[in-house]
């Protein structure tokens, strides 16, 4: 019977003081007026994966129409 016990490895890569200027270097600060202009500049830089796309429309076209009148009129 082999007992080897397989153990999780950490590796540590350094990195050299030209490339991490070189990231830091290339990062701008960007402000937002609203968060909602913060949230249409990341849906303009994000795309959404393919598989989640279709899972979306699918459950939106299964989804049953709401009512126009709101539950709590329909009770009272």
Partial sequence: ????????????????SQEIQETLGSAKALDFATPEALLQFDRSITTTPVALRHRIVETLTQTPKSNSIPWWKRLF
């Fill in 1 to 16: 019977m082999n007992s080897q016990k397989k153990h999780l490895r950490q590796t540590v890569h350094p990195i050299g």
